[in-house]
């Protein structure tokens, strides 16, 4: 009886780790889900301020992805989304916090980055992933490439939307200036406080 007790009592934990995990966690990709980065992004601002230290924020978007997918189908698309996720991984530092925004755009927190570094971060990214050589069903796919936008605390922001709006522009600015590129964000706090 005992033992079927403490049985009952690991399957439980069990359970409860598996769904955690998958609350906070993408499926297809297995990096954190927009959620956790969200709630990820406030944490890190309150120790960057505590601490007086720097954190950047780096909005990526695959470039022409619903091309890429329409050319050689959903399937290949994950199997490029699962491989830019497994780059980003063994590419990023182990505190770096690294989010599946949503569709083929992904955000990552750099605690203690400023915005130069991350800039340099990001474009260092842009390269290696502009060399991946990927093959699905024994053809070889067209390259990928990368839009980047960059925001930092705290010359762009110092709460999380004002922070999140400053790297979407400044990725929306990559995309306008022929992709494939990486863009610091130019809105100060001033700026960014009018535009809302």
């Given at each position: 009886m005992v033992a079927s007790q403490i049985g009952l009592s690991i399957a439980s934990l069990q359970l409860r780790e598996s769904l955690r995990d998958q609350s906070i966690r993408d499926a297809l990709t297995g990096l954190f889900n927009r959620r956790f980065m969200l709630e990820s992004l406030e944490r890190e601002l309150l120790r960057s301020k505590r601490k007086q230290r720097p954190l950047a924020v780096l909005f990526i978007d695959l470039d022409h992805f619903k091309k890429f997918n329409d050319s050689y189908g959903h399937e290949a698309g994950d199997l490029v989304l699962r491989r830019i996720a497994?780059?980003?991984?063994?590419?990023?530092?182990?505190?770096?916090?690294?989010?599946?925004?949503?569709?083929?755009?992904?955000?990552?927190?750099?605690?203690?980055?400023?915005?130069?570094?991350?800039?340099?971060?990001?474009?260092?990214?842009?390269?290696?992933?502009?060399?991946?050589?990927?093959?699905?069903?024994?053809?070889?796919?067209?390259?990928?490439?990368?839009?980047?936008g960059v925001a930092a605390f705290p010359e762009h922001g110092d709460a999380a939307d004002a922070l999140l709006k400053a790297a979407d522009h400044a990725l929306y600015q990559s995309k306008a200036m022929g992709r494939d590129r990486v863009t610091i964000s130019a809105l100060t706090l001033e700026k960014a406080a009018q535009a809302t």
């Open positions: 497994d780059v980003f991984r063994h590419f990023f530092r182990q505190d770096d916090i690294i989010c599946r925004y949503g569709g083929e755009e992904f955000a990552i927190i750099l605690p203690e980055s400023n915005a130069a570094d991350a800039g340099e971060r990001g474009d260092a990214l842009r390269r290696e992933v502009s060399q991946l050589k990927l093959q699905y069903n024994q053809q070889l796919l067209s390259g990928v490439t990368l839009s980047v």
